[in-house]
């Protein structure tokens, strides 16, 4: 599975990433995002969607 690499200075907790896949992202709500859980073949895609759309780029997939 990809790793998600989170870049702390460019993420401003707009949350879409933890719309997208609620069970890996999770923002509070001051605050960056956290990581809650692994990425599993089920979240893989719905992974794939939250790093695309977040608003700063903050989000990259590190593929193996
Ligand atoms: S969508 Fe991007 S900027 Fe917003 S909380 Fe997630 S990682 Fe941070």
Not at 8 to 24: I, R
Request: aromatic fraction near 2%; glycine fraction near 6%; hydrophobic fraction near 40%.
């Amino acid at each position: 599975m990809p790793r998600i690499v989170v870049d702390e200075d460019l993420c401003q907790g707009h949350a879409m990433c933890s719309l997208e896949a609620p069970d890996v992202f999770e923002v509070p709500k001051h605050g960056t995002v956290q990581l809650i859980g692994d990425i599993t073949a089920s979240h893989l895609e719905a992974v794939r969607l939250a790093v695309r759309h977040c608003p700063t780029g903050a989000l990259a997939l590190e593929e193996d």
